[in-house]
């Protein structure tokens, strides 16, 4: 095809997603869904009830004052996002992640208009008292994947697991904040920063796009921490394929996982489904994915956040994705 010269190359409007978007979400996607194979998650359920470490009950959910709701309408867990995500492969888990189906009001069950996933918590149909004992069988994920530009007004919730403290108690300790601008840890930061190259693919077109990507790891202890490392950094050399954000944006079934609320919608899509091949195979059916470019992983390296805080651990894993784009 004769070269377009009055046109750009690899940008056909403003405003849509290109590979910058695709890069930073398809990698949190990958490894999102990666680590609930690898079991990155802990079911919390009540019949035994999970306790935590030093007591309290981690079934139990908190009112939350929530200015678009009536007090006693919005619970929460004592820790957020949790996991809406079916279909996981078994080899390496002993018990599937819990898909939550209500609450118990004073051991009651209870159905719920909807669950927020995200920010790990439940919408009554309608209020209850403030004071009611309010439970829930649900999972967590051991570590959140977020993107870097998550406003870093949200403050750093110390000491998740300690629910015998100040968790019931609303407006007090840790949780007085509220819950939108608490992370709990231990979390990656996925940074897709601004440093790039390319390298010519072959003759006649197309082109290497090589591009630095930072994970910056935050927990609260050095276990954690070297955890995240290992899972991160072992994927050296490792090829992924990212998803095309405008398609899936364009698409009659958007949105194709979670809704505006947080919570799943019908034939909610996994990350696998995501990354199956787009348009017809040779029987003509449509694969209905959102298939984008293949990634790989190079160069990965390691280098400490530096001590910032005696109970915060960090470390910034650097991994460079080199991407296939297309022709020039």
């Given at each position: 095809m004769a070269l377009q010269h009055t046109r750009l190359k690899g940008i056909t409007h403003i405003g849509k997603d290109n590979i910058t978007q695709n890069l930073k979400y398809g990698i949190i996607d990958f490894f999102t869904w990666g680590m609930l194979c690898i079991g990155?998650?802990?079911?919390?359920?009540?019949?035994p009830a999970t306790s935590g470490v030093f007591g309290g009950d981690r079934t139990q959910l908190r009112s939350v004052t929530d200015p678009y709701y009536t007090d006693g309408t919005v619970w929460e867990g004592f820790r957020s996002d949790w996991v809406w995500e079916t279909g996981i492969p078994t080899d390496n888990v002993s018990a599937s992640p819990i898909r939550v189906s209500g609450v118990y009001v004073d051991g009651s069950f209870q159905s719920v208009s909807h669950v927020d996933y995200p920010r790990g918590r439940v919408v009554l149909n309608s209020a209850i008292s403030t004071s009611s004992n309010v439970t829930c069988n649900f999972?967590?994920?051991?570590?959140?994947?977020?993107?870097?530009?998550?406003?870093?007004f949200r403050e750093l919730l110390f000491d998740s697991y300690r629910i015998e403290r100040d968790f019931i108690n609303t407006g007090s300790g840790s949780y007085s904040q509220l819950s939108e601008t608490r992370r709990s840890m231990p979390f990656v930061a996925v940074e897709v920063v601004p440093r790039r190259e390319f390298e010519g693919y072959q003759l006649g077109g197309g082109q290497w796009l090589k591009q630095d990507v930072l994970f910056h790891i935050v927990a609260e202890n050095e276990f954690d921490r070297d955890q995240l490392i290992d899972v991160i950094s072992l994927q050296n050399d490792k090829s992924i394929f990212l998803s095309d954000r405008n398609l899936m944006y364009s698409s009659s079934s958007f949105p194709i996982n979670l809704d505006y609320r947080g919570n799943p919608v019908a034939n909610s899509m996994t990350y696998p489904q995501i990354i199956s091949p787009t348009g017809t195979n040779l029987s003509g059916r449509d694969h209905g994915g959102f298939r984008y470019k293949k990634a790989r992983f190079m160069d990965s390296t390691v280098q400490s956040m530096g001590q910032i805080h005696p109970k915060l651990f960090g470390s910034i894993v650097r991994s460079k994705i080199e991407i296939i784009m297309g022709e020039i």
């Open positions: 990155g998650y802990q079911n919390i359920g009540r019949n999972s967590h994920r051991y570590a959140s994947f977020v993107p870097s530009d998550t406003p870093w």
